[in-house]
């Protein structure tokens, strides 16, 4: 069986380094597994800033409960004739429970008997298998269904990534999406989104000034026809120098200003739109007009149906007597009505 139970003691369990959810600069070199023991540390220390408090404070209450089992996959590492494990999906809660152990053995807290029973013989569910490939699957399902499409999502970039570790090992679009409960368009483009991300974090002006934040910015320069033809999108990089550091600048905040131009989709869609204009994208191409410099742009259709609505609330408001004419209040509803149709259907 690929995946069986087992019990193992809290000792035996080794924590992730390379977990996803503690890459915070996205492109960090793995550590390789000869280094899990020493970096034990160092990564506990991350996941105490991943608010495990709480689930600290639930172990000690409530014990340790097994229903949502711990995941692990087999280690080369050993000691004292005892396998290692590393933990696949349960970091969080590993961590809170090492930390008990800890404080229990350096007599800091007292705990339960039952709590020290467990401390010997936590039960897991292990991924038996010693194919690199297929541990990757397996693991990759799990994390999908909880931190992809799952309740516990991922950051968007973290998700990307394990796309991209499953790319790497040959699977296809419609593999990976299988796996992590996705359809085959999101998957591409998710991919897509985390080589453009890569590219601008090795950039060697602006990839300093580049977070995970902006992941979600340049996603919506990667489907929208006029930024692709504008950046020379070519499937993996953007590929015009110049625009894009165009685009990289208005990303990321410029000395002395308080924030970037670009600092949430609503404005990297309203970038979008201003290179649908000819006029407007040759000026931002310069690098000498900012996008906030621009006149305003025309209100889309969301916006007029809005506006529209309000405007028939408004007359549905009025009394009687503030419009003598039926035959206008009459006509200014039909007007109404007719342009929301038509600009429901997509009309400008």
Not at 8 to 20: E, G, I, M, W, Y
Not at 129 to 158: C, F, N, Y
Not at 256 to 269: D, H, L, S, W
Not at 301 to 310: D, E, H, Q, V
């Amino acid at each position: 069986m690929d995946i069986i139970n087992k019990s193992v003691s809290v000792k035996q369990l080794l924590l992730d380094p390379n977990n996803f959810r503690l890459d915070y600069q996205i492109t960090e070199d793995e550590i390789t597994e000869d280094k899990f023991i020493d970096s034990q540390e160092e990564t506990l220390l991350k996941l105490e800033d991943e608010n495990i408090e709480e689930i600290r404070q639930s172990i000690l209450d409530n014990g340790f409960i097994e229903i949502d089992r711990i995941v692990v996959k087999k280690s080369s590492l050993h000691t004292d004739d005892l396998p290692y494990y590393i933990v696949v999906e349960g970091n969080r809660r590993t961590a809170a429970l090492k930390t008990i152990y800890d404080d229990h053995s350096k007599n800091k807290i007292n705990v339960s008997p039952e709590l020290k029973v467990q401390f010997e013989a936590i039960n897991v569910c292990l991924i038996n298998s010693d194919d690199e490939e297929k541990v990757l699957t397996l693991s990759a399902s799990l994390m999908g269904i909880r931190h992809v499409s799952g309740p516990k999502k991922w950051k968007g970039v973290q998700a990307a990534k394990l796309i991209n570790r499953l790319k790497e090992y040959g699977k296809n679009f419609q593999e990976i999406g299988n796996l992590l409960g996705i359809d085959k368009a999101d998957t591409e483009r998710r991919y897509e989104g985390f080589l453009a991300f890569c590219q601008m974090k090795n950039d060697p002006i602006f990839g300093d000034k580049c977070n995970y934040n902006h992941y979600a910015l340049l996603l919506e320069f990667i489907p929208n026809k006029y930024s692709k033809d504008w950046l020379h999108w070519d499937g993996d990089k953007f590929d015009n120098e110049i625009t894009r550091n165009v685009l990289y600048t208005h990303l990321t905040k410029a000395q002395g200003k308080k924030r970037p131009e670009i600092n949430n989709t609503t404005e990297a869609r309203n970038f979008n739109r201003y290179l649908a204009i000819p006029e407007y994208a040759a000026k931002l191409a310069t690098g000498e007009v900012q996008m906030s410099e621009l006149p305003d742009l025309p209100k889309d259709n969301a916006s007029k149906i809005s506006y529209l609505t309000k405007f028939n609330s408004f007359l549905q408001k009025l009394e009687p007597e503030a419009i003598q004419e039926e035959e206008l209040n009459t006509l200014l509803n039909e007007i109404s009505k007719t342009l929301m149709t038509k600009l429901s259907q997509g009309g400008e």
